[in-house]
């Protein structure tokens, strides 16, 4: 299993995620956006970061290298994606997954813990944990404020596509626990197959012992699951 950790300009969790994944015994390889895919890439990481400095929004400026639309087709075949943070901008904007990230409510840059209800716990990147078990990982971002269409909301909840909800300490989900303002506190969602997600919170920031959690680990385990 060799995970590709896509940098771009402006990549800053990728080395993290390089190691995050290569402490659980996964294989993981950083690539430049410009050197495309390796052939036999078995699954994709789109780390964090400021890629091209947020220029026009998030992650827009990276989802048009061309490696995305090689990422869609290796998507396409099965091959597990995961896009945190930045990753995730990128993933909505290249339409891996539904929705976009926007501004945050605050119009400020949150860096915190926050607790999230795991909604679906038969995928992949969940499947460690259990329905309604509430976890608690960072955030660190400007634009995680999810937004999408009522009718596609609908179908995302109808399908069981949101993997993370934000949430208070005792799992209730609420506007006082949505630390970005995200429609229904959405945290993640997978795109059509469950074999792609992307998520704003960072698993990869609370899955080594050194730092003292580990419960991210559940979700990038994900890959050796898919
Ligand atoms: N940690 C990150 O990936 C930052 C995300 C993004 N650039 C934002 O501020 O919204």
């Known amino acids: 299993?060799?995970?590709?950790?896509?940098?771009?300009?402006?990549?800053?969790?990728?080395?993290?995620?390089?190691?995050?994944?290569?402490?659980l015994g996964i294989d993981a390889e950083l690539v430049w956006h410009e050197d495309g895919l390796p052939e036999d890439v078995e699954g994709v990481m789109l780390p964090g970061g400021f890629s091209y400095g947020d220029y026009l929004r998030a992650g827009a400026m990276a989802a048009r290298s061309p490696i995305m639309q090689e990422v869609r087709e290796v998507a396409a075949e099965g091959v597990p994606v995961l896009g945190v943070c930045n990753g995730a901008q990128i993933g909505c904007e290249s339409s891996l997954t539904p929705g976009a990230f926007t501004?945050?409510?605050?119009?400020?840059?949150?860096?915190?813990?926050?607790?999230?209800?795991?909604?679906?716990?038969?995928?992949?990147?969940?499947?460690?944990y259990d329905e309604g078990q509430v976890v608690e990982f960072p955030i660190a971002h400007g634009e995680g404020r999810f937004e999408i269409d009522?009718?596609?909301?609908?179908?995302?909840?109808?399908?069981?596509?949101?993997?993370?909800?934000?949430?208070?300490e005792s799992?209730?989900?609420?506007?006082?626990?949505?630390?970005?303002?995200?429609?229904?506190?959405?945290?993640?969602?997978?795109?059509?197959?469950?074999?792609?997600?992307?998520?704003?919170?960072?698993?990869?920031?609370?899955?080594?012992?050194?730092?003292?959690?580990?419960e991210g680990q559940g979700v990038l385990r994900g890959f050796a699951e898919a």
Request: aromatic content about 4%; some cysteine.
């Open 1 to 23: 299993m060799t995970v590709a950790v896509v940098r771009f300009g402006g990549s800053n969790c990728d080395r993290d995620s390089v190691q995050a994944l290569s402490h």
């Open 103 to 128: 501004t945050n409510r605050s119009a400020r840059f949150q860096c915190e813990h926050v607790h999230l209800r795991v909604e679906n716990a038969d995928t992949p990147w969940t499947a460690a």
């Open 150 to 168: 009522d009718d596609r909301l609908e179908a995302l909840e109808a399908n069981d596509r949101i993997l993370f909800k934000y949430c208070d």
């Open 171 to 214: 799992g209730a989900v609420h506007d006082g626990a949505n630390p970005n303002g995200s429609k229904h506190n959405v945290a993640g969602i997978t795109g059509e197959d469950d074999t792609v997600a992307v998520m704003m919170p960072h698993p990869e920031r609370v899955s080594l012992p050194d730092i003292g959690a580990v």
